[in-house]
């Protein structure tokens, strides 16, 4: 491999030292001879011994001519200089932008020979470098003609100024973090971002140690402009001030996170509310404007369900899920009791069994007529462990033996019920709670949510069937807070993981809950910080990040944010003291309505059997026609 090399790097070479002897080239490009070869490689190599770049990336403007003898013998003494370098030249020739991020490595260096700010180079280097623009940049600049002889003017001076000005400009604009910029008769230029951007001119005491600063360190109070709306818990205003940022007030986790970043690389805050055309927070709206330029980034942080808007993001604060809050059902039916005391394939083994112990005592009884009632009946009072009838008690061995029988049934049935029952009533069981979609229909629960929240969920009609979508309301955000934060019980809402646990807060010193979490859930999903993918923001916001979660920062800020809403009364910590109350009749309710019932059809039953009895015995007994009193219905009823 390393004679591969080799031979390749001699090839290029011999191909280069055979053109030299072609002369100078054709054409205006040609004649150019601006640069000091020798001055921009013993740069590259003296920042090289610095640095050591694994990689060299070319931007060559389609204005310049790269078989002129100049641009020969630089790329000649630049294979002499870094022999085993890898190396990729990019011209605009190529039909679409090669994305560089997918097969370079770093650390890299990047060269851009242009001819001015509107040269298509400059738009072709920025294309295939998003997302790693703050590589190391050297922009090489052949300006106009105008100002290449600059010092014979000042208007020739004055044009050569804004033509540098005009690059840099550009290069702050794209965010081009890591530049120098070499010109014309070796001048050297760098660019000091802040607070505000200026060109620095380098040109006799430049030295490699000062390219490529972290200027990000110390901002010098750059200005970072955001607004500061109203979303409990990540940011919201307060009367009492934030520590030492008096002016702002501004406290919530996503907020006391912002302001110790500005605090961290020394910028300010420039609150832009009173700009807005809105007075709550619509992030929709805010993420168009970071993607358009208007912010570099925001102190509302949000939850990465949506990619419509924005460019990048930070380095996440968080991971969240979203999901569904619903009220907590502190109290089951009354009659829950008696369905629940046995499972449900007990209560039919039972009436099985009943009709069964019927049937067999019907067959088994020596009386004559058989009388099934009075069988159906025995089998009721051995369930309930209850004297028996007349039949069980026939002096015959058969019915003995079923008395014996019956009589340990009994036992087992009704000490199963009532043992039941009494662990019922001793401890109460847990409710039945809403917790998957078929629980949010079936209960007839409304759901706020956002718009991209329901976008999301519709895409998924398998795990969110119709008759669910049915019962959701697409509202905005503040009325999701109207009704989530003092905990309005009568619809569900949307809820990230870190707005669940702030909330659930003002719940741990209850008995029971008003709101809990269900199993409905879409992510996980990245919390973070909208920004552009090359913001200069993005590297110093990652360091600070990582300090403040490895700190517990955001544990602390959480707890500070949830006392200041607490103090500013956005919400109240719920403490329910209960008195011992005596059980009412409405708790017996279910069992005295089934005693009821039980009452009226067993007297339905009984005079039913007293009238068919009736009818038998007259109809047996000869007739004779004797005039009798008439008796009123009570004594007929009751003849026996």
Not at 483 to 500: I, L
């Amino acid at each position: 491999m390393a004679n591969r090399a080799a031979e390749l790097i001699l090839q290029e070479r011999d191909i280069f030292q055979r053109n030299l002897s072609m002369g100078n080239g054709t054409g205006a490009s040609g004649s150019i001879q601006l640069l000091d070869n020798s001055f921009v490689l013993d740069m590259l190599f003296s920042i090289t011994q610095l640095y050591h770049f694994k990689n060299f990336i070319f931007y060559i403007s389609e204005k310049l001519d790269l078989k002129n003898r100049d641009s020969q013998e630089f790329f000649h003494n630049f294979w002499t200089f870094f022999p085993l370098a890898p190396n990729v030249i990019i011209t605009r020739q190529h039909y679409a932008p090669i994305p560089m991020m997918q097969f370079i490595s770093t650390p890299s260096l990047v060269m851009v020979y242009t001819t001015a700010r509107d040269d298509p180079i400059m738009e072709l280097a920025a294309q295939s470098l998003r997302g790693i623009r703050w590589l190391k940049t050297i922009f090489i600049l052949y300006p106009s003609l105008k100002s290449r002889d600059f010092e014979s003017s000042f208007e020739s001076f004055a044009e050569f100024t804004s033509e540098i000005k005009d690059i840099y400009d550009w290069v702050w604009k794209q965010q081009f973090i890591n530049t120098v910029l070499v010109t014309i008769k070796n001048n050297v230029f760098i660019l000091e971002p802040y607070p505000t951007p200026s060109v620095i001119n380098k040109t006799d005491t430049w030295r490699p140690e000062e390219f490529f600063q972290k200027y990000a360190k110390n901002m010098k109070g750059y200005g970072v402009r955001t607004p500061i709306l109203y979303d409990l818990p990540r940011v919201f205003k307060s009367d009492r001030p934030t520590n030492k940022f008096e002016n702002n007030f501004v406290h919530g986790t996503s907020g006391n996170l912002f302001l110790g970043f500005l605090d961290f690389v020394n910028a300010s805050l420039v609150d832009t509310t009173s700009n807005m055309t809105f007075d709550y927070l619509n992030m929709t709206n805010l993420l168009d404007l970071v993607s358009q330029g208007v912010y570099e980034t925001l102190i509302h942080s949000f939850t990465e369900i949506t990619t419509k808007y924005v460019i990048s993001y930070s380095y996440p604060i968080g991971i969240n899920d979203c999901c569904i809050m619903v009220p907590y059902r502190n109290q089951s039916p009354a009659d829950q009791y008696m369905r629940d005391a046995l499972q449900g394939n007990v209560w039919l083994l039972i009436i099985l069994f009943t009709l069964y112990i019927s049937v067999a005592i019907w067959l088994c009884s020596p009386l004559r007529p058989r009388d099934f009632s009075a069988a159906f009946l025995q089998s009721i009072s051995t369930l309930t462990y209850m004297t028996p009838t007349f039949i069980i008690r026939t002096p015959t061995l058969r019915m003995r033996y079923l008395n014996i029988v019956l009589a340990i049934m009994g036992i087992v049935t009704s000490n199963l019920y009532i043992s039941r029952m009494t662990s019922y009533f001793t401890t109460a069981p847990p409710s039945r709670q809403v917790n998957t979609v078929q629980d949010v229909v079936d209960a007839n629960l409304r759901v706020l949510m956002l718009a991209v929240e329901h976008e999301r969920m519709a895409k998924s009609p398998l795990q969110y069937p119709a008759s669910y979508m049915r019962q959701v309301d697409i509202v905005d955000k503040h009325v999701i807070d109207l009704h989530r934060e003092p905990f309005n019980t009568t619809y569900g809402y949307t809820v990230s993981s870190d707005r669940w646990r702030f909330l659930d807060m003002q719940q741990h010193h209850l008995q029971k809950p008003i709101f809990r979490l269900t199993d409905i859930c879409e992510g996980p999903f990245y919390h973070v910080y909208p920004m552009h993918a090359d913001s200069h923001l993005r590297s110093p916001m990652t360091e600070y990040i990582m300090i403040a979660q490895q700190a517990g920062l955001m544990n602390h800020w959480k707890r500070e944010a949830f006392w200041e809403a607490v103090h500013l009364k956005l919400f109240q910590v719920h403490i329910i003291v209960e008195e011992p109350m005596a059980l009412s009749l409405s708790f017996f309710s279910s069992m005295l309505r089934t005693w009821t019932f039980g009452l009226v059809v067993s007297g339905m039953a009984f005079a039913a059997e007293m009238k068919w009895y009736e009818h038998v015995t007259l109809r047996r007994r000869p007739v004779v026609k004797i005039t009798r009193k008439p008796r009123s219905f009570l004594r007929r009823f009751m003849r026996v």
